[in-house]
């Protein structure tokens, strides 16, 4: 029993020292990055905001937000605005200009640095209802729901609810925020060479033992 113990708390020890190994720069990521958004596919510039989509409604995407997803030697995440949009210019049933407009938005990321092209899209349809006196849009994000951005240390993953209700300027003032979700894996090679250290530092432990 007492040997047991003793191996337990030694490997426990190896945990200890291996996750203490992981450099600061690599105990968490910081994601930054900046949202924008077009209509019916008409071309738009990283960083162009506020852009109108329809008579009295714009979207205005974030620049150089950022998250910090804990350490990366877990697959964390965290909640994410993408931008907000802002129907209080709206007035009478001008929501409705909105129906069957094709809403794409578009996420440049600049930190971590990205692996090839830095900007993926998410395509969705925008629709517009009108139900009795009260105007109401839904953005209908259409699969695939994420886009991963591949970076050295790991991918990237943005992803956006199947939905999302758009305020009418009676609720809110007219602002709804367009909330995602970015999430971070470690890279293999990372991981790989955190538990290659294990044996080694085991080794090491185990001879002092035995003197």
Same mark, same amino acid.
């Given at each position: ?16 020292? %291996?996750?203490?190994? %992981? ?15 077009? %209509?019916?596919?008409?071309? #738009?510039?990283? !960083?162009?905001?506020? #852009? ?9 995407? #974030? ?15 965290? %909640? ?19 129906? $069957? ?14 692996? !090839? ?30 886009? #991963?951005?591949?970076? /050295?240390? $790991? ?17 809110? $003032? ?5 909330? $995602? ?22 080794? /090491? ?7």
């Amino acid at each position: 029993m007492t040997k047991i113990l003793k191996s337990g708390l030694a490997f426990a020890l190896v945990a200890c020292v %291996v996750a203490f190994s %992981v450099s600061p720069a690599q105990a968490s990521m910081t994601v930054t990055y900046t949202t924008t958004a077009s %209509v019916n596919g008409l071309p #738009v510039s990283p !960083g162009t905001s506020p #852009v109108t989509l329809a008579t009295g409604v714009t979207f205005t995407g #974030v620049t150089n937000d950022s998250v910090t997803l804990g350490t990366i030697l877990n697959n964390t995440s965290s %909640v994410a605005s993408f931008g907000t949009f802002d129907t209080s210019g709206v007035t009478g049933a001008m929501l409705a200009d909105l129906n $069957g407009k094709t809403f794409t938005l578009y996420i440049t990321q600049t930190t971590p640095a990205p692996s !090839g092209s830095g900007l993926q899209t998410f395509d969705t349809t925008l629709v517009g209802q009108i139900v009795a006196t009260a105007s109401t849009a839904f953005v209908n994000f259409t699969a695939p729901l994420t886009q #991963v951005i591949a970076t /050295g240390l $790991g991918p990237v993953t943005y992803s956006v609810p199947s939905q999302v209700a758009i305020s009418p300027p009676s609720t809110n $003032g007219g602002i709804t925020t367009l909330q $995602g979700q970015i999430s971070a894996a470690p890279e293999p090679s990372t991981v790989l060479a955190a538990l290659s250290a294990l044996p080694i530092l085991g080794l /090491g432990l185990w001879r002092r033992r035995g003197k």
